[in-house]
């Protein structure tokens, strides 16, 4: 079982909608939360961490619920641009903080 | 600014064939990763490094070793290439990482015929 699961998707939005994404993350003792992007064919890169008190950067915002080992990404006012893959990223504490990744979850969206 | 910088950036192998993938960054960073990425599967990492001089098991070290003689650049090893090993390798490092930021090489294309 994977440690950090996310929907695959594919997520089919029109431009201007707003989506979100869920992921889970299965190890309680877990610190260190991030959204990172991946364009086909390219390299995963930072699209936001994710805090304690929720954040917001622009039109991504993302919350973590830590009760519920639950982490979202909400987009809203989607464009052309945003198509991409979104890459859920969890670290854990006590020795060694290694990136575990998800799956990723797959967003097209269309004119 | 270069970054992570992995070399090379494409390779084909024939089954049984050795190679080694080499990942050098510039940025001083303590962490260095590799991971492998197959569709449907997401990232999931080979070995992972420390420190200079350390190195470490990930989820899928079978196959692969490392070694980390210098600071700046994870070297991944393939010593008999098997074509389960074709994918996308990705190099990453990140200072310590809590709460910080893991960069990226451009990924390095392998297939094994």
């Known amino acids: 079982r994977k440690e950090v699961e996310q929907d695959p998707g594919p997520f089919n939005v029109p431009e201007g909608a707003t989506v979100a994404f869920n992921c889970t993350y299965s190890n309680s003792a877990s610190q260190s939360f991030f959204w990172y992007r991946q364009d086909c064919r390219k390299e995963p890169k930072l699209l936001m961490s994710?805090?304690?008190s929720g954040n917001e950067d622009g039109r991504f915002t993302a919350q973590l619920n830590r009760a519920s080992q639950y982490i979202s990404l909400l987009i809203r006012d989607s464009k052309l641009s945003d198509s991409a893959t979104y890459l859920c990223v969890v670290s854990e504490t006590g020795g060694s903080y290694i990136p575990t990744f998800g799956r990723g979850t797959s967003l097209i969206v269309h004119p | 600014n270069a970054g992570v910088t992995q070399t090379p950036k494409f390779r084909v192998l024939k089954t049984g064939q050795s190679m080694t993938l080499l990942c050098a960054q510039d940025?001083?960073?303590?962490?260095m990763y590799w991971y492998r990425q197959d569709p449907g599967m997401g990232l999931r990492l080979i070995h992972y490094?420390?420190?200079?001089?350390?190195?470490a098991k990930g989820e899928v070290p079978d196959g692969y070793n490392v070694s980390r003689l210098k600071k700046q650049n994870f070297l991944l090893g393939l010593e008999s290439a098997a074509p389960s090993q074709t994918s996308v390798y990705f190099c990453?490092?990140?200072?310590?990482?809590?709460?910080?930021?893991?960069?990226f090489g451009q990924g390095t294309r392998l297939t094994v015929v």
């Open positions: 490094s420390v420190g200079e001089g350390t190195t």
């Open positions: 994710v805090y304690s």
């Open positions: 990453a490092s990140s200072p310590v990482p809590e709460n910080t930021e893991a960069f």
């Open positions: 940025m001083n960073h303590e962490y």
